[in-house]
Each structure stands twice: as C-alpha cells, then as structure tokens.
C-alpha cells in the first residue's frame, strides 16, 4: 500500500546535508513543519516551512522541554487513515494527518562524552523526538519514520520512484531501524 505524504515534521539535532532532502519534499509539493533550530536552518536553505509553535497554536514553554508533545502533533502522526472514528477526530479538531517524520535525537552521547556538567547533561535528555519516532512506528502502516541521516538518500529515491509517496516495505523498514534507535 502506497501513502502519499502531504505534511511532514522534521525536529533534527544533525542539520547537515538537508538541502537534496528539502529540494525533494518541496519539488512533491510535501509541507514541512519542524521545530524552532530547524526552522532556522531550513531558512536559511531558502525553503519554507512552518514552525511548530504555528503549526500548533502554541508555543514552546520550560525552555523548550515542551514543543512537540501536542495533540496537534501526535493525533496527525497516530490516526488510522482507514479508521472512520480516527477520521471524525482529525476533522472535527481541525487536524492534519502527518505521514512523515524525520527526527534525529539530542547528542546526548556526545555531551556525556565531552564530561558536560549534569545539569547541562539532563538537558541533552530528548523527550519529544523519540515519542515522536515511535508513535510513527508504530504507525508504519501510513506514516514513514527517519532517525538516520544517512537514509534521506533512500527516501528521496523512494519518493521519487513512487510519485510522492513510500511503500509499504520502506515504511516497515524504517519503523524496524526507528525501534531499534529507540
């Protein structure tokens, strides 16, 4: 079964190598959201996007510990697309389906490895991007899940074979990769 993606969310620790990814996602007409660094970086590209604070309706609080973790967010990546309860749910809340998410997490690794304070290290400690992650996953069915920068190559070529869209396989590979990482 083919998905065809309309709206995607990017929230990316490593922001290198995004321009071959964006030049696709914009040339299949996909809506970009993402969180406030990638925003900036995406701008800075010269393509658009949508901010998460915007997408939502609400903005980012605690210093940033809460963006992403909204209903908004989370009832786009989870509904069945098939499911008419889940349907009715989207419409009547003014929802969009998500049928993409590419999240790499916080360097956290990195950070416990340059010896950094605790109270810096607690902070490297990603909550939304793996709930996200596996919300996707477990949605595979329709939705397509990247924790890997070295797998836009391989979505681009899947979007690109496929008119916009991902397979059935690709997403279930993905989803195995994203259980993995999580």
């Excluded at 990017?10 to 995004?18: D, E, I, V």
């Excluded at 040339?27 to 901010?51: D, Q, W």
């Excluded at 915007?54 to 909204?70: A, M, P, Q």
């Excluded at 690794?109 to 490297?124: A, D, R, V």
């Amino acid at each position: 079964m083919k998905i065809k993606i309309k709206n995607a969310i990017l929230s990316l620790s490593n922001k290198l190598n995004l321009r071959p990814l964006l030049k696709c996602l914009k040339k299949n007409k996909i809506n970009v959201i993402n969180s406030g660094g990638t925003a900036k970086i995406i701008r800075s590209l010269k393509f658009k996007s949508i901010e998460i604070s915007s997408y939502t309706g609400f903005n980012e609080i605690l210093d940033g510990r809460v963006k992403t973790l909204h209903p908004k967010i989370h009832a786009g990546i989870l509904s069945v697309r098939n499911k008419k309860g889940h349907i009715d749910d989207l419409k009547k809340n003014n929802f969009k389906e998500i049928d993409l998410v590419i999240v790499n997490f916080y360097p956290f690794e990195k950070k416990l490895n340059e010896g950094k304070q605790f109270n810096s290290l607690i902070e490297s400690i990603d909550i939304g991007g793996p709930s996200m992650v596996r919300a996707a996953a477990k949605n595979f069915r329709y939705v397509a899940v990247i924790t890997d920068p070295n797998d836009y190559k391989k979505l681009i070529n899947e979007i690109e074979k496929n008119k916009g869209a991902t397979t059935l396989k690709f997403r279930s590979y993905l989803a195995t990769k994203a259980f993995q990482e999580t």
